[in-house]
């Protein structure tokens, strides 16, 4: 099984917005579903880890839905940093994949 791991938890602090950045739209979708568009279009991807800021996993999984984006399967949040972030993704794919 091959599941893509997408670190998308920065608060996006440069760009002013009242949103983070990968809710933006950009061509009437947040910038997180063309992200996300392209994991659930590749063939050899089998499944979806998000990693995210918390308090937008509702919005996640709304946006899933609405734009058919099946192939998300865990979501979880960031950490203090960029590693942390990551680690915190591989711990829930872990916990949803133990073997």
Same mark, same amino acid.
């Given at each position: ?43 050899? /991807? ?5 990693? /995210? ?15 058919? /984006? ?30």
């Amino acid at each position: 099984m091959k599941i893509a791991l997408l670190t998308a938890s920065g608060i996006g602090s440069r760009i002013k917005q009242d949103i983070p950045k990968q809710f933006i739209h950009v061509d009437n979708k947040p910038l997180i579903i063309h992200t996300l568009e392209k994991f659930q279009n590749h063939p050899e /991807i089998d499944e979806i880890c998000i990693v /995210i800021l918390k308090g937008w996993d509702q919005m996640v999984k709304a946006y899933a839905e609405q734009f058919g /984006i099946t192939k998300l399967k865990m979501i979880t949040f960031g950490g203090k940093s960029g590693q942390e972030s990551i680690y915190n993704g591989l711990r829930e794919v872990k916990k949803a994949h133990p073997n």
